[in-house]
């Protein structure tokens, strides 16, 4: 019999020696019962999973991309804006070059032009040649702009334009004028007041001579076509 108090280690520690197996066989048991009854199947509801559904567009809606017919108001505004970046390319286009008139003269020559006899001022044809530099393949030689040097009327743009050679003769079959920057020489005849003896050139507003230009007797004159 032993004291009050006093445990017998040594029956415990065979005790405990003989349990062990068994409560190691016995707790791996229950943890893979637990493990194995934690995973649970899906439920099933009995209905069908929803399918995605395909959304077709409002007719009344324009789908973003799609080429449509522009209205006669948005034509008009498409045009106009067309024009005034046209417009814009083409005052820009001298850029920083210049234009030098190489002489003037009493026109006599073959030309698409003719003054009308019908005017309320009688007008003859003038001949200018000029070579422009420095400009930009914007440059437009029909908008250059004749007028009167003393009156400062203008006679306006448009007149017949004939590219020369550097040398100022008529370029020939298979010749062409070069292309911008490159200095370039043109002929241009214009129809002008008879008795006005000299003029300024503008292009878009600004004036290409700084002295009034007086024009001459006479000067170089296309060939008229062949008559059958």
């Known amino acids: 019999m032993l004291p009050p108090g006093h445990k017998d280690t040594k029956g415990c520690k065979s005790l405990k020696m003989k349990m062990s197996p068994i409560f190691l066989v016995s707790g791996l048991t229950a943890a893979l019962c637990l493990a194995a009854c934690g995973e649970k199947a899906p439920e099933s509801t009995g209905t069908p999973p929803a399918e995605p559904q395909t959304l077709l567009p409002d ?12 209205t006669t108001e948005e034509q008009k505004q498409v045009i106009d804006g067309v024009m005034q970046a046209r417009a814009k390319q083409q005052a820009e286009g001298l850029g920083s070059g210049s234009v030098k008139v190489n002489g003037a003269w009493h026109y006599t020559g073959y030309s698409h032009l003719s ?8 007008a003859r044809l003038i001949a200018v040649d000029v070579t422009v530099s420095g400009h930009t393949p914007f440059f437009d030689i029909d908008d250059i702009e004749v007028v009167d040097g003393i009156t400062m009327i203008s006679y306006g ?35 002008f007041p008879k008795n006005s003896s000299s003029f300024h050139l503008y292009y878009w507003g600004k004036q290409l001579t700084l002295n009034p230009v007086e024009i001459g007797k006479s000067g170089l004159a296309l060939p008229y076509p062949p008559t059958e």
């Open 157 to 191: 743009s448009d007149p017949h334009p004939e590219f020369l050679t550097p040398e100022g003769s008529v370029l020939g079959d298979g010749q062409f004028p070069a292309a911008a920057p490159n200095p370039v020489r043109v002929l241009l005849i214009y129809g």
């Open 59 to 70: 007719p009344a809606v324009p789908v973003s991309g799609e080429p449509r017919e522009l």
């Open 115 to 122: 003054p009308d006899p019908g005017a309320a001022i009688e």
